[in-house]
């Protein structure tokens, strides 16, 4: 319909239909403004279907081409396609004219500003703020919370992957002296720590520590490491270091931090996803940063020093899985222990420094 905008009182706003309250029924109709007044009038009549002043009516929104509603008091409803006409008429009464929605609508540019704005907002959140609330988390955490955290991700990991061990009871024996000798080297004591066997399925050879201090280690590590129980208790000192310096538990809100923010951005993902989002987090957590890693093998050379073992005896273990896993490039076979090589020799560096020897390669 054509429109009949007039700027002066009395006058047509637009064309369009009138609808009653509670009623599918529509009249053409026309708005105009009587005595300071909106009124919806017959398209060939004046006798007033329904009129109210302007602050009494709502009127709603300009989006794109969809049809603007005059809703009246009494519950009719003025629907007009000529939006631009309606935008004029609030104009003129200093009401303003499209809203926000139709004006983001209208410059593709300003919602590419507006998108990219919030991807850098969330990079800024995972760059700066996530590990913020991780230390503040980490420094405010009660002691019940990284027992519930290890209970849930122990539980998972035997219903979908572990099975029971299938190591003899003289072999688990031999191994357990061994740890609970090196963890009686640490400043949490003996009794702070917690050694689990498992088989460990598809996972294959892998130790690793949650952050209440419950440690894993897997019969397929048992069995590559052969009789070299102190290779095995290396290892284990090594994940020691990851709970004494609070890896686990860092990594454990770092992986509920992006949960969260993944949420925030993706909206309703649906419990199905969400549950992936919060499990796989958890899991995740499991691995490191080299840096960690790196904390935890100068870790384990000092818990072995003090313990009386070999310091580089977590060395032997990179060298076997560089002699029998063939791992010899920068990122290792398990995800959790990355760039063999290099660690392999930190570790013989950082022992010869502990113990007071000079490094050959600069004699």
Known sequence: MASENVAIAGGAIVSGDWHPAGSSRSVEARLVERDGEIVAVPAGGDKPLAGAGLSWVEISSR????????????????????????????????????????????????????????????????????????????????????????????????????????????????????FARIAAQSPRGAGAYNLNFRDGGLIGPNAFALPDGTLVITDQLVELAAGDTEMIVGVLAHEIGHVELEHSLRQFYRAAGMTGLIMLIAGDVGSSVEDVLVQGGGLLALSYSRSAEAEADRRSVELMAKAGYDPTAIARFFGLLEEKLGDKGDTNILSTHPGTPQRKKDIIDYSRIISGQSDPDLQ
């Open 63 to 178: 989006v794109g081409a969809i049809p603007r509603r005059v809703t009246f008091p009494d519950g009719s409803v003025f629907e007009t396609w000529d939006n631009d006409g309606i935008d004029r008429y609030l104009a003129a009464r200093g009401k303003g004219g499209a809203g926000i929605v139709h004006w983001l609508e209208q410059f593709k540019l300003r919602l590419i500003i507006i998108v990219l704005a919030a991807f850098l907002l969330g990079g800024a959140v995972y760059r700066w703020g996530v590990p913020a609330l991780v230390e503040v988390a980490i420094l405010t955490t009660p002691p019940i919370v990284p027992q519930l955290m290890a209970q849930g991700t122990l539980e998972a990991l035997d219903q979908t992957t572990f099975s029971p061990t299938k190591l003899a009871e003289a072999r688990r024996k031999e191994i357990a002296d061994g």
